[in-house]
C-alpha cells in the first residue's frame, strides 16, 4: 500500500502559477516511481488572494496549510499591489505572517553551482572548478529583526534609531541543532558564523555553539566572524559544506551564495518549524529563492527548478521520501549537464538546448 501525504499548494503571483505546474508534475513522475502519494489542497496567497477577497492570506488558505504535513509555496507580489497598506501587501500580509502562525525558526537555502554552470557564477571558474554545494541555515525568528526595544527618538536635540539584538540560548540551540543534523546527512562539517569578538549576543552564540557540537562528535566545526564568513565565500565557495548563523548575517550571506551561485532560478529553500511529534521530520514551507518576476509571467520562459527543487526539500524534510528528493534532484543534475537551458542561464554555447518552462519540466521527468 502506498504511503499518502498532505500538502498545501499556494502558487501565488507572477510566474508562480507557471513553475508550480511544472513541479507538480514532477511530483506526480517521482510518486509513479517511489510508492507514495500526495494529497494537494490549493489555495491563494498574495496577490491572487486579494484580487479574489481583499487579504493576501484568507482564513481558508490558513486552514488548508493546517491540515497538511508541509506547505508548497510558489511566489508573491508584483507592482500592481505596491501601493496598498503595507499589512495588506502580499509580503508583508501573507508570506510573514504564514512563517509566524508555523513557528517557522529555520531557513534552509542551497547554493549550489552545477560543474557545468561555473561560467554563469561571477566568481572565477579557476577557484571552482567543479562548482559547490553549500547549505546556509539561518535563524528566522530571533536577533535584531525582532528584538525589543527598537524605535526612534529624539536625544540632545537629534533624531535617534536604535535596535536590539538578542537571542535566548535555546533559541540558539534549536537552530544549531537542525544545522548539525543537516551536516550529519552531507559532508559532515559545519562551519558557525558569528562576531564574538563584538557583540555579546555573538558571544552566547559561540559559547552554545561549541556545547552542542559535543552531541555530535563525527560532524568538525568550525567558527569564523561574519566579516571573514563574507570573503570567504567569494575566495573559496567550494570549501564550505553547512553554515549556521543568526537572522541578520543569514539574511546577508544566504543572498551572496545565491549570487555567486549564478541563478536565483536554480535554488530552493526551506523554512522549517517544530519536528512532527515522534520523528525527525519537519513542518515547512518551501518555496524558490527568487521572486514573482512579473515581466516574465505568463511567457512560458521562467526556469522552474527552483521550485521543483523546493518540491526535492518538501519530501526530504517533512515528508520523509529522501530517495523521491535524490531522484529529483539527479534528474535536475543531468538535465542541465545534458545542456538544457532556460534564458536565464543560457549562454549561447555549443551543446545548449534553449527551452521554456514545460520543455525543462519534460526533460527533468525524463531523466528520472
Known amino acids: ?83 496598498l497598506p503595507p499589512d495588506i501587501q502580499p509580503e508583508r500580509g501573507a508570506l510573514l505572517p504564514l512563517r509566524k502562525h508555523f513557528g517557522l525558526f529555520a531557513n534552509l537555502r542551497p547554493g549550489v553551482c552545477l560543474p557545468s554552470l561555473t561560467h554563469a557564477s561571477p566568481v572565477k571558474n579557476e577557484l571552482i572548478p567543479n562548482g559547490f554545494d553549500v547549505l546556509c541555515v539561518r535563524e528566522l525568528t530571533g536577533g535584531v529583526y525582532f528584538g525589543s526595544p527598537k524605535g526612534r527618538e529624539e536625544r540632545d536635540g537629534e533624531p535617534v534609531a536604535f535596535d536590539t539584538m538578542i537571542y535566548k540560548k535555546s533559541e540558539i540551540e534549536r537552530i544549531l541543532h537542525v544545522a548539525f543534523t ?40 568550525d567558527h569564523l566572524y561574519v566579516d571573514n564568513a563574507a570573503m570567504q565565500l567569494v575566495r573559496r565557495p567550494g570549501s564550505f559544506d553547512v553554515m549556521v548563523t543568526e537572522n541578520l548575517f543569514g539574511d546577508i550571506l544566504s543572498d551572496e551564495m545565491a549570487m ?13 518549524g517544530a519536528k512532527k511529534e515522534g520523528t525527525d521530520l519537519y513542518f515547512g514551507m518551501y518555496e524558490p529563492s527568487g521572486g514573482s518576476a512579473p515581466d516574465i509571467a505568463g511567457q512560458g520562459i521562467a526556469n522552474p527548478i527552483a521550485q521543483i527543487l523546493s518540491a526535492a526539500m518538501l519530501l526530504r524534510y517533512s515528508l520523509g521520501e529522501g530517495q523521491a528528493a535524490d531522484l529529483i534532484e539527479a534528474a535536475v543534475a543531468r538535465t542541465i549537464d545534458a545542456g538544457f537551458r532556460t534564458g536565464d542561464i543560457a549562454t549561447g554555447a555549443d551543446g545548449e538546448t534553449k527551452v521554456g518552462t514545460k520543455d525543462m519540466a519534460d526533460a527533468i521527468i525524463e531523466r528520472l
Open 260 to 272: 555567486i551561485s549564478g541563478s536565483l532560478g536554480m535554488l530552493p529553500s526551506a523554512s522549517l
Open 182 to 221: 543537516a551536516a550529519m546527512q552531507r559532508g559532515k562539517r559545519l562551519t558557525s558564523v558569528d562576531k564574538a569578538n563584538v557583540l555579546a549576543s555573538s558571544v552566547l552564540w559561540r559559547e552554545t555553539a561549541t556545547e552542542v557540537a559535543a552531541s555530535y562528535p563525527e560532524v568538525r566545526m
Open 1 to 83: 500500500m502506498s504511503r499518502t501525504h498532505r500538502i498545501a499548494v499556494l502558487a501565488g503571483d507572477g510566474i508562480g502559477p507557471e513553475v508550480m505546474s511544472e513541479s507538480l508534475r514532477v511530483l506526480d513522475a517521482v510518486e509513479a516511481r517511489s510508492g507514495f502519494a500526495t494529497e494537494r489542497t490549493e489555495a491563494l496567497v498574495g496577490g491572487a488572494a486579494i484580487d479574489d477577497g481583499g487579504h493576501p492570506l484568507p482564513e481558508a488558505t490558513v486552514n488548508a496549510c493546517e491540515a497538511s504535513d508541509a506547505i508548497l509555496f510558489g511566489s508573491v507580489g508584483g507592482p500592481k499591489w505596491e501601493s
